[in-house]
């Protein structure tokens, strides 16, 4: 009963925001929050609390915030670098949103980088990677740079030297 619970307050939260979402990008979003939910018990992915039928915040947070982000992303975009991507949100979403954008998301840690992988296998996600390491040890790949259309960061201290590194891009 969590699946039709989680999906009617996902449709609600959506049309409070202002938008319609696609039978396909609801059942990407639901797959991409259950297996969050499952993964976040066992690893801290997010602060958020997860329920199976979804909670208010977290489901604003992390699903219907990133699809109302997407409907500002230029339709000549094709690659977003996302630093310091934890469990994904906005990557993911923005992704389902918006399938022809390439999505690199940058993750120091193993753990969060392994479910990282999870979610884009478990979603057949294409054009999607992960990359585990620093964002700033990505500056030596001469390919990236300036060949980024969308920088995105969340939940990650944002210093002036940051902002700098992520310009590089």
């Known amino acids: 009963m969590a699946n039709r619970e989680f999906r009617d307050r996902l449709k609600r939260r959506a049309k409070s925001a202002g938008i319609n979402l696609e039978a396909t990008l609801i059942d990407g ?80 840690k193993t753990r969060k980088a392994v479910f990282l992988r999870e979610a884009v296998r478990t979603l057949g996600l294409r054009d999607a990677e992960v990359e585990t390491s620093r964002f700033e040890e990505l500056l030596p790949r001469a390919e990236l740079h300036e060949a980024l259309d969308l920088v995105s960061i969340r939940a990650v201290r944002v210093e002036h030297r940051t902002l700098l590194t992520l310009q590089a891009f």
């Open 29 to 108: 979003l639901e797959t991409y929050y259950q297996l969050l939910t499952k993964w976040n018990s066992k690893i801290n992915l997010t602060a958020f609390r997860l329920t199976p039928a979804g909670e208010d915040e977290a489901v604003d947070r992390l699903l219907i915030e990133p699809v109302v982000a997407a409907r500002y992303v230029p339709e000549n975009t094709r690659t977003l670098l996302d630093a310091g991507s934890g469990g994904g949100s906005p990557a993911i979403p923005l992704k389902l949103a918006c399938p022809f954008l390439h999505v690199r998301m940058v993750e120091v």
